[in-house]
Each structure stands twice: as C-alpha cells, then as structure tokens.
C-alpha cells in the first residue's frame, strides 16, 4: 500500500543522502496525516534496510503539545504501540509564550515555528538522535517557492537537508518528492488517526491561501503542480536574469 510513497522517500533519501549508517532520526510528530506517515514509511524503510544489511538506523517520534488544548494522543500512540514504532510525548508552553507577543491580535507562524522546531530538537537530543525530520512534501516546497516569490519577491524554498552548527543536528525532509494527495489517501487506507490541529488561525494564513491558489492551479493545468516541483531541482533549465551593472562615475 505504501509502495509509491516509499519509492519516491527513498529517491529523496538517496538524492540528498538525507540518512547515513548509524543514524537515530527523531521524526516530529504532529498528529496530522503527513507527519505520522513519515513516521510509519521511515520505520519501514529501516527495517528494510537492515534486512539488506546496507544502512542501519532507527527511527522515533516525538510529539510536542504546543497547549492550545487537550490533545488526545491516546488513538495514534497505540496504533504505532502496535506496530512496534516508538512515539514519545512531551508537554510544553509554548502556547503561552506566543500568547506574550502576538502581531495584530493573532500569534506569530513564524515565531511558533522555531518554537516547535526548537522543542523538537531539544527532545530529539535528549534521547540520543542526531537528525530530525519532518514531513515537508512536495506541496509544501512549491507553496513555499510562490509565498517567497509573491511576499518577498525571491526564488527560495526550503532545503531537502540542512545542518544546524549551533544545535550540532541535522533536519532531513523526506517527503519532498511526494504529493499530499497520495499521503492524504495512504494515511486513510491505512487507518492512521488524525487530530485537528489546536493552533487558533489554523487555516487562515498566508500559507492557506496558497494553498488554495495552488489547487485552482493545478485544476486549471492539471501537471502544473508535477512541472513546479521539477523546476525546483531540475538545475539544467535554470534561466533567470543576473543582472551585470556597470559601475558609473561621476
């Protein structure tokens, strides 16, 4: 059932050699869908792994309550017991921080996600991994490149793999080749168990309406959204203006 889904993280696993021999990866567990299959297909390409005796790593989940409300974590913490996968969860304030420094009445995405990324990589070294992934896909890359292009005028997203020198861990994204279409419909047939994110603007954001301009998109010129991924690592067709100003003197 996974086939597709684990094909295309291995490609992305290889493309970027996003996990070496000996790896402990902590994946950041949300409760939502992405995130708990990233968890579920990375616990299975392990245990592949180590049937071909080719890389040896382990993998576990840490959840972080962000305290926005009471999170049942009961139903996924038992469907991954069952499957034999580590999920760890910690409790934090960081809903209450944010509370302190809100910007026009709403909490900050951008301070909330360091927050989270911090908490993250706080628990992750504390039980011994040196990595951590989250479950950024291709959806999220391309939304990513067109918020910097039409917010900030720039052609960036975000890097498959990334080393922090200050934490002395890396982050590893290895759903960047897959679509949320395909995880939405794995997380079903697999009967993982999802919860409602407690975050009080979730679905109203900057990100949000992309996402909707993307769907109109890609329901327009239905290869649009393969096409915008490519054109993110596709380095041979790169054709943007660099400018070359002469230096004028007075």
Request: aromatic letters at 8%; hydrophobic letters at 35%.
């Amino acid at each position: 059932m996974l086939k597709k889904i684990l094909r295309e993280t291995r490609q992305a696993v290889n493309d970027y050699k996003m996990i070496e021999d000996g790896d402990k990866i902590a994946v950041g567990i949300s409760g939502g869908k992405d995130s708990s299959l990233l968890l579920l297909a990375l616990d299975q390409l392990a245990k592949e792994s180590k049937k071909v005796k080719s890389i040896n790593f382990e993998v576990i989940g840490i959840h972080i309550n962000l305290g926005f409300g009471e999170e049942d974590m009961s139903e996924l913490n038992d469907f991954f017991k069952e499957k034999e996968i580590t999920l760890l969860n910690y409790d934090s304030k960081i809903a209450n921080i944010l509370s302190l420094y809100p910007k026009n009445g709403k909490i900050q995405c951008s301070r909330c996600s360091q927050l989270k990324k911090g908490a993250v990589v706080k628990m992750a070294k504390e039980n011994g991994c040196n990595k951590v992934a989250f479950a950024h896909h291709g959806d999220d890359a391309i939304e990513t490149l067109l918020m910097n292009q039409i917010y900030g005028g720039r052609l960036a997203t975000f890097e498959p793999k990334m080393y922090l020198s200050r934490e002395e861990i890396s982050f590893i994204r290895p759903f960047i080749y897959c679509f949320e279409e395909d995880i939405r419909n794995n997380t079903k047939n697999l009967n993982i168990p999802v919860f409602k994110s407690g975050c009080p603007v979730d679905g109203y954001t900057k990100r949000a309406s992309i996402k909707k301009l993307l769907q109109k998109i890609n329901e327009e010129y239905p290869d649009a959204k393969k096409n915008l991924l490519h054109s993110i690592y596709n380095d041979k067709q790169v054709k943007l203006w660099l400018p070359q100003r002469d230096i004028v003197k007075d």
